[in-house]
């Protein structure tokens, strides 16, 4: 589907209020394909490689599940090269990403109905071609001038991609999909913090007029200010609540406790986003720990 101009691209719905978008940018040159999406929307992803072909470069925005998860058919459709920031062995090996991101252990079991679940989202790995980071410029059109932005929060190799042009951002997932039963969490809450500010002064300067993120409807300037201040907010609230129950409690419980108090499941990605959490605020001075209990100063 053409969204405008060079852009063509296609969406699924991953849960209630939380759709999936996958975005193509179209050149004279060659194409750009940013994410390949999750295994099940194979023949869309297909279509949209056909759609823009020749698609010669693949952007992974970062390495989760949902934004690779047809690396393989694409690889076998277009034989493209595929770019991506970091985490390069959540996209190289797969069993690898499993243990790293759903960490199995005593409070995390693992499961086969887990694995099946995470690892189905993808179709196998792929070799990443080249690494890139902050100011590495991409030119498929004379008319398309697209540049990568660093933009570290919800996973620490994250980046996203602006055409200069018309002021186009294209992101994974900087912009959280709050509306998960999950965490939809992060790897730095301060380092999410500059980037959003970071965003925040580009759309104020008129260099971002709108973002297509993955897991949000295109968004005007309005909107992206909107979602921007949502997510902050989110922020703000696992912080609060991690403050809150840090009364002289073990790091399960206070995972647990916060998970409650937010309306989130207890589960992995939680987990991971609190442990970051709890590390921080004991480097600023708001927590500290004696033994294993974590107490609020
Ligand atoms: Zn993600």
Redesign the pocket.
């Known amino acids: 589907m053409i969204l405008d101009s060079f852009i063509h691209y296609t969406k699924v719905d991953l849960m209630p209020g939380v759709p999936l978008y996958v975005y193509a940018l179209k050149g004279n040159h060659f194409s750009i394909l940013i994410d390949t999406g999750i295994n099940q929307m194979r023949e869309q992803i297909v279509g949209l490689c056909k759609e823009a072909s020749p698609v010669k470069n693949v952007l992974i925005t970062?390495a989760?599940a949902?934004?690779i998860g047809c690396n393989s058919a694409v690889k076998n459709l277009t034989n493209a090269q595929f770019f991506a920031a970091g985490a390069i062995n959540w996209i190289e090996d797969l069993e690898i990403h499993y243990k790293e991101f759903c960490i199995p252990s005593e409070h995390l079991p693992d499961s086969e109905e887990q694995r099946k679940e995470i690892l189905g989202l993808m179709d196998g790995p792929v070799h990443v071609d080249a690494i890139i980071n902050e100011g590495i410029t991409f030119r498929p059109d004379d008319e398309i001038d697209l540049v990568t932005l660093e933009l570290p929060g919800?996973?620490l190799e994250e980046v996203a991609f602006l055409e200069r042009n018309s002021g186009t951002l294209f992101m994974?997932?900087v912009l959280l999909a709050l509306a998960a039963p999950f965490f939809h969490g992060f790897q730095t809450a301060r380092g999410f913090r500059k980037s959003l500010k970071r965003l925040e002064n580009m759309i104020n300067k008129n260099e971002i007029k709108r973002i297509l993120a993955a897991h949000h409807p295109p968004l005007d300037q309005e909107g992206s200010l909107k979602s921007i201040n949502d997510t902050k907010h989110f922020l703000d609230q696992v912080e609060d609540a991690t403050l809150n129950v840090a009364k002289g409690i073990d790091f399960p419980a206070l995972w647990k406790n916060v998970c409650t108090s937010l309306n989130k499941q207890f589960e992995f990605r939680g987990f991971a986003m609190l442990e970051v959490q709890v590390n921080e605020l004991i480097e600023e001075g708001k927590l500290f720990k004696e033994g294993n209990k974590i107490f609020r100063k």
């Open positions: 970062h989760h949902d934004h919800h996973k994974g997932d």
